[in-house]
């Protein structure tokens, strides 16, 4: 009964590949987020999607493209890895992020390792 | 943008001591949530509280939008409840749905 679920959960690769992370959330909600969180732990929006709509782009490298094929889906896709990229990258959601007074759930994260 | 800061920074406990965390906000918010990121990383959502106060077993928050500020008080403070607390906000108008966090407040509690 996982609510938002990241997959994979760790992923180790080398610089300058390709590589995807995935979310789902089983809550019915319309809006989907990509955070990242850094070294020291900051949090900070990539994206936000409502219904498959990208709504929130924020100053995000175009090596990063998110994908939501439906409005339970919202995917990462990197390209060109670079070490800088190494971060815990969270997934969440919320019932409608244009309306006010929406609670945002988080998914486990996916720590990415750029060797 | 919207400015959260968080204190104390860094805060040590031992176990059964008491402890309010506090977070200060720059501009009118509509969604206010506090997190428990625990040594595994997950993100737990303790409360959503953009105003009032709101009680969950030893913890319990309190958010006065007026005036900028909530509070995150541990009662009975447990070895489990080591971990950062973040406090993140919604503003009001503009900025779009997304939430701007603090930088943290890191509690360890000892026996």
């Known amino acids: 009964d996982t609510a938002v679920s990241q997959t994979p959960k760790y992923l180790v690769t080398q610089m300058g590949n390709d590589k995807s992370i995935k979310c789902e959330q089983n809550?019915?909600?319309?809006?989907m987020y990509w955070y990242k969180q850094d070294s020291k732990k900051f949090l900070k929006i990539m994206f936000s999607?409502?219904?498959?709509?990208?709504?929130i782009n924020e100053t995000v490298p175009n090596r990063f493209s998110p994908k939501s094929p439906d409005k339970a889906h919202l995917n990462l896709h990197i390209n060109s890895l670079e070490l800088g990229d190494s971060a815990v990258y969270f997934c969440?959601?919320?019932?409608?992020?244009?309306?006010?007074?929406?609670?945002?759930?988080f998914g486990p994260g996916t720590r990415l390792t750029v060797l | 943008g919207i400015q959260v800061e968080q204190s104390p920074p860094d805060l040590i406990l031992q176990e059964g001591a008491n402890s309010t965390l506090r977070c200060n906000f720059s501009d009118s918010v509509n969604n206010l949530q506090w997190f428990h990121q625990n040594p595994w990383g997950q993100l737990i959502n303790l409360f959503y509280?953009?105003?009032g106060t709101k009680q969950n077993g030893r913890l319990s928050a309190t958010t006065v939008a007026t005036e900028r500020y909530s509070l995150l008080y541990i009662s009975s403070s447990q070895t489990t409840d080591s971990g950062v607390y973040f406090c993140?906000?919604?503003?009001?108008?503009?900025?779009?749905?997304?939430?701007?966090f603090g930088t943290g407040t890191q509690l360890k509690v000892e026996l």
């Open positions: 993140a906000c919604r503003i009001l108008t503009g900025g779009g749905n997304k939430l701007t």
């Open positions: 969440a959601s919320s019932q409608d992020g244009r309306a006010p007074y929406n609670e945002q759930f």
């Open positions: 999607y409502n219904n498959k709509e990208l709504i």
């Open positions: 509280i953009p105003s």
């Open positions: 809550l019915g909600h319309d809006t």
